[in-house]
């Protein structure tokens, strides 16, 4: 498979706190890894490094490579708006921006980038709730507020507003820990179907949401990673203890 984002000797640190502790790994395209780990061992950590988030963060400081298409995303002369664009984030509570409608929020994107003719933002707003099932949900209320939505609903409204832009990358910080089981459904669902289109790596805390959407996991504790494969494998037969000791549940 061909491999879409690469992670060479990748450190985080936060002042003295050394949360990512020399990663390397591969995530290939048209795929979905899970992250998965314990509480406080580096998963949203090393996400969040992935489109350049902790640049926000004066006291964080990243060393290492991270490349997308072979191109070192951390380059002095790369804008962080640019690969914003192309990796997507979907955070783990749902966040459409609140004085907004449902169309608005789908387009926000396309709005802060370039002006949208009418027609075009239309069908914008159409093929991006439709590929993430909420269009016949939404389509007879698409100027009302997006907080009247449910939960799971706000939660595909953001994935929507995510893909609206064309990212190529789309990293999910948990993004159905705060949904009733339906709708944690319909997001695995919609993981399956997006991969199609978009390199997908979600960080998750439940091990049979893992087994379910992922092709590939990585086992992370305490900064490190310990273990990185084929889901299957690594939730059949782990070659470190560690992995299964914390899938088993004997410790985390």
Excluded at 13 to 33: L, Q, R
Excluded at 70 to 99: C, H, L, T, W
Excluded at 110 to 122: I, P, T, Y
């Amino acid at each position: 498979m061909t491999c879409k984002v690469r992670l060479e000797a990748l450190n985080i640190h936060f002042g003295k706190t050394h949360a990512v502790k020399d990663i390397g790994m591969d995530f290939p395209e048209h795929s979905v890894t899970a992250i998965i780990g314990p509480s406080g061992c580096g998963k949203s950590t090393m996400l969040r490094s992935i489109n350049r988030m902790h640049d926000l963060v004066p006291s964080a400081r990243v060393t290492g490579r991270i490349l997308v298409d072979d191109a070192d995303i951390y380059a002095r002369e790369v804008d962080p708006v640019s690969i914003r664009r192309r990796i997507g984030m979907v955070f783990q509570k749902p966040n459409p921006f609140p004085a907004m409608s449902i169309y608005d929020n789908v387009v926000a994107g396309h709005k802060l980038n370039c002006r949208l003719v009418k027609g075009e933002a239309d069908e914008i707003v159409e093929t991006s709730l439709k590929r993430v099932a909420l269009w016949d949900e939404v389509k007879d209320r698409l100027k009302t507020n997006a907080m009247n939505l449910s939960g799971g609903q706000q939660q595909r409204l953001c994935i929507a507003r995510t893909i609206a832009v064309k990212p190529e990358v789309i990293l999910m910080d948990e993004p159905a820990s705060a949904l009733d089981p339906i709708s944690t459904l319909k997001i695995e669902e919609l993981i399956e179907e997006l991969k199609e289109r978009y390199t997908i790596i979600i960080v998750t805390h439940n091990m049979q949401q893992a087994a379910r959407v992922s092709d590939f996991t990585a086992f992370l504790y305490i900064g490190e990673l310990i273990e990185f494969g084929e889901t299957k494998k690594i939730f059949t037969t782990p070659e470190k203890k560690q992995t299964e000791d914390y899938i088993t549940g004997r410790f985390g």
